[in-house]
């Protein structure tokens, strides 16, 4: 099974405290973990593969940071130039895992 953590989002829905720069996966709402970090530490221990992360390209190096915090190395973090909605991150995701001819069951989170 590889984890596909999706961390796309315009920051618009939570404004003040999450904004186009910083949106709301990035930010620490429920504990002391980022919403982008709590999904991944809730998965971590059934996942059998690192995880794929899908984000916008001007969050990525937020995204491996707050990864590296937390342990976790993603397998890819594929970058869109622009927000396409949920289908086509998927997409973009499900082409990036059968790239080398296997077949993975995707959670996607």
Known sequence: MVPVILS????????PLSRESYPK????LAGSDTMLQATWLRIAPLASAAP????NEEHRFMVAEQLRQ???????????PVG?????????????????????????L
């Open 70 to 80: 937390v342990d976790c190395v993603p397998s890819a973090i594929l970058l869109e």
């Open 52 to 55: 794929m992360v899908v984000a």
């Open 8 to 15: 796309g989002g315009s920051g618009t829905r939570l404004w």
């Open 84 to 108: 396409r909605n949920t289908a086509p991150a998927i997409a973009a995701a499900a082409l990036q895992a059968t790239r080398e001819g296997a077949d993975p069951l995707l959670l996607v």
């Open 25 to 28: 996966q990035f930010l620490p």
